[in-house]
């Protein structure tokens, strides 16, 4: 498809990243619904256009575990990627709105998944680099798909905000400097999973010193889940706003905080999931949660 911005009607807002933000669309000439990604990126135009080049590759994937991609263009400042719209929206969305995932629903994710990364890595030599639940989609007809994987290195780079590439799904060899591997990704399916199947994030007993929950326990509930990845990070946005308006002086006060949660990962034991979910359920959340990378799965044999 040729795609221009003219013949984009947006629809809804579908949410917002570190690195931009997604709006469903509706491309007028063909009638079909699209999910347009807008990333405001940082480049110059040679970079644009090798960004450009490097997105292409998102045309050539064809897998049922793989959103696929319409095509992208540039929009100055803009890049815009537009993409299959799953109506079911990302697992994330899903698991806030309605509580733990049924552990049956859990697997399926993970076969998803990891489907999606053997098709990724043995057709197109790609690891994905950022699973998590908000890159994980469902749509009405049962489908689960990945999206947002790594296949622009100069994407990545140019994205116009220092969090990008710092993840909370990190696996511990990474935050330690290592590259990326296939396993890294295996980890981050560990993470995705245990906090699907118990509706919280598995690491902010960090954040548990706080004096400062009630409110936004008001806000989310006293369940478990406002000790997700979302109340996470709105527990410190709040906790830093208050300081602000104190006057305190916060360069540098999120990232240390996160560096708080990166040490957790490294030096505690990974998370598991208890005893009230089956051993083959325990068993394949540890076997994606092995810290050392040499004893983690690979998607392959996780598959078998
Ligand atoms: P981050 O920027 O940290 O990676 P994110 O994945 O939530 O976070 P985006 O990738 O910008 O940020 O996506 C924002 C939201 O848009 C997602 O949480 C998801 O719910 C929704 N979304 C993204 N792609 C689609 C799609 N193809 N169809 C439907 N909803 C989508
Ligand atoms: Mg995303």
Same mark, same amino acid.
């Given at each position: =498809? &040729? =795609? ?11 949410? @917002?990243?570190?690195?931009?933000? *997604? *709006? ?9 619904i ?5 990333v ?24 049922? #575990? ?22 079911? %929206?990302?697992?994330? +969305?899903?698991?806030?709105?309605? +509580? ?15 489907? %999606? ?12 680099? !950022? ?8 749509n ?7 999206? /947002?994987f ?18 909370? #799904? ?9 590259? #990326?591997?296939?396993?890294s !990704? *295996?980890?981050?399916? %560990?993470?995705?999973? *245990? ?13 548990? !010193?706080?004096?400062n929950?009630?409110? =936004?326990? &008001?806000? #989310? ?6 000790? /997700? ?31 708080? =949660?990166?040490? @957790? ?9 208890g ?30």
């Amino acid at each position: =498809l &040729d =795609l221009k911005n003219e013949d984009l009607k947006k629809l809804a807002d579908l949410g @917002q990243g570190n690195g931009g933000s *997604v *709006v469903k669309v509706e491309h007028i000439p063909t009638g079909t619904i699209m999910a347009k990604k807008i990333v405001l990126i940082d480049a110059k135009s040679s970079v644009r256009k090798q960004i450009l080049r490097e997105l292409q590759i998102m045309h050539e994937c064809h897998s049922e #575990y793989i959103i696929s991609c319409f095509g992208s263009f540039l929009a100055e400042p803009n890049i815009c990627i537009c993409m299959e719209f799953m109506d079911k %929206g990302s697992f994330d +969305g899903i698991y806030r709105k309605i +509580g733990a995932i049924d552990i049956n629903v859990v697997c399926l994710v993970a076969h998803s998944v990891l489907e %999606g990364l053997t098709y990724l890595y043995d057709v197109h030599r790609i690891i994905h680099r !950022d699973i998590k639940p908000s890159n994980i989609l469902l749509n009405s007809e049962g489908s689960i798909k990945l999206c /947002d994987f790594g296949v622009s290195g100069e994407l990545i780079n140019s994205i116009a905000n220092t969090f990008v590439g710092t993840s909370i #799904y990190m696996s511990p060899e990474r935050i330690q400097g290592a590259e #990326y591997s296939v396993k890294s !990704d *295996v980890w981050s399916l %560990g993470i995705t999973l *245990v906090e699907l199947a118990t509706g919280s994030f598995p690491f902010c007993d960090v954040e548990d !010193d706080d004096d400062n929950l009630s409110d =936004l326990d &008001d806000q #989310y509930g006293t369940t478990p889940t406002h000790r /997700d990845s979302f109340a996470f990070n709105k527990k410190k946005e709040k906790r830093l706003s208050k300081r602000r308006s104190e006057g305190a002086d916060l360069q540098g006060e999120m990232s240390l905080s996160i560096i708080e =949660l990166m040490h @957790q990962i490294v030096r505690e034991p990974a998370p598991r999931i208890g005893p009230q979910f089956c051993e083959e359920a325990q068993e394949f959340v540890d076997a994606c949660l092995a810290k050392d990378p040499d004893e983690r799965h690979s998607p392959k044999t996780l598959l078998v």
